[in-house]
């Protein structure tokens, strides 16, 4: 009986490597088609994490390539800052040895006195490889940012002068801007800016989650922004009322309430060329007070049927299972988490979306 369980062992050893071989070719997308590539801020609490210990980590270019590679992505977004040729030159290497794509991010010139140092890494960017340069105009939320109207649009006044500085600069570099809906203009507020400049070397990066905050129908979004698109983040949604609104959280793709496929589907069809980026964020829900004034103040004549719509859409689509909060976790179960959450979002997109 021991020299037959032996035996029985050793042939399930030497068939491992097969069987593992097999399962992983099962699993990855096909060689020419397209891959899911990885944003930065994917990995925010390895980021918080470096940053605690002081050390670039994942931030650095070249080390972000390096991990997103391993993790079987086609491609990355990243900052990559001003750079010096030796350090381009092996960035540039390192993507193209992998097979990889890369996406640049870049914050645009505040005032004339910051093209310069948009410019260089307009070019630091281009020399690397990179032919997209994703870019907001807001960092943070819309409602949060700002308590009044006048605020709103003086921002606007001054985003709108930061990217026609920053046109001139990329259809000179003959690269792409991408700006993305970040949770500061709706959909037809974005794609009025974007019609105004009238630029072919100026896009949209399509967050294909960020505008529910803004009380609007993702798909809708996707549909009336994919003829603008450039780059995407493609997340996945899950969303549970609280007192004075809803929350909103990134979750796994396939574990939320978006029609994934339909959403992949629009963005292709519209640009069969454009990269797709996962952009799953491990941390706490957000809280988009709609119920409070504070959250209406810089929306005119905003009709109540869109608070109406999105509030049914949050009843019919709330999760199950209560929203997970990161925060309350040990940072060695964050990471864990984070590295959990990206890992079923990549086989997820793999085995069901082509990618």
């Known amino acids: 009986m021991a ?3 032996r035996r029985w062992l050793a042939a399930c050893a030497a068939g491992l490597p097969a069987l ?3 399962f992983a070719r099962a699993a990855a997308p096909a060689e020419d088609g397209p891959r899911l590539g990885m944003v930065l801020y994917s990995f925010s609490v390895r980021l918080a994490a470096d940053r605690k210990a002081n050390t670039l980590g994942i931030s650095d270019p070249l080390t972000f390539v390096e991990h997103c590679h391993e993790r079987g992505a086609g491609g ?9 040729p030796a350090y381009i030159a092996k960035l540039r290497e390192k993507v193209a040895a992998y097979g990889m794509y890369l996406e640049g991010s870049v914050r645009l010139p505040q005032n004339r006195a910051d093209v310069e140092r948009f410019t260089t890494e307009v070019r630091t960017a281009r020399e690397s490889g990179a032919t997209v340069l994703r870019t907001v105009s807001l960092s943070g939320r819309r409602y949060e940012t700002f308590a009044t109207a006048a605020a709103f649009r003086e921002w606007a006044d001054r985003a709108w002068q930061a990217l026609t500085l920053a046109e001139p600069v990329v259809a000179r570099q003959d ?6 809906n970040h949770k500061d203009r709706r959909t037809e507020e974005l794609v009025g800016l974007l019609k105004r400049l009238d630029s072919r070397h100026v896009g949209a990066c399509v967050d294909t989650g960020n505008n529910l905050s803004l009380l609007e129908e993702p798909l809708e979004v996707v549909e009336a922004l994919a003829p603008w698109a450039r780059s995407v983040h493609l997340m996945d949604m899950a969303v549970a009322e609280y007192a004075e609104g809803f929350l909103l959280a990134e979750v796994p793709l396939g574990d939320g309430f978006l029609d994934l496929k339909k959403v992949v589907g ?3 069809r519209a640009r069969p060329e454009i990269h797709l980026n996962l952009e799953m964020i491990t941390r706490d829900p957000l809280k988009v007070p709609c119920l409070t004034p504070r959250y209406w103040a810089t929306f005119d004549n905003l009709p109540g049927c869109y608070l109406a719509q999105t509030l049914a859409l949050v009843r019919k689509q709330a ?8 925060s309350e976790l040990p940072r060695e179960r964050q990471l864990a988490l984070e590295e959990e959450n990206i890992r079923r979002s990549v086989a997820y997109a793999r085995r069901h979306l082509g990618l």
């Not at 990355?76 to 010096?84: F, L, N, S």
């Not at 690269?175 to 993305?180: K, P, T, Y």
Request: hydrophobic share 50%; proline share 6%.
């Open 3 to 5: 020299l037959n369980r």
């Open 20 to 22: 593992v071989d097999h």
């Open 76 to 84: 990355v977004q990243v900052p990559i800052g001003v750079r010096d």
């Open 175 to 180: 690269m792409v801007l991408a700006v993305e």
């Open 266 to 268: 629009t963005l292709q």
């Open 319 to 326: 999760s199950a299972r209560p929203l997970a909060r990161i």
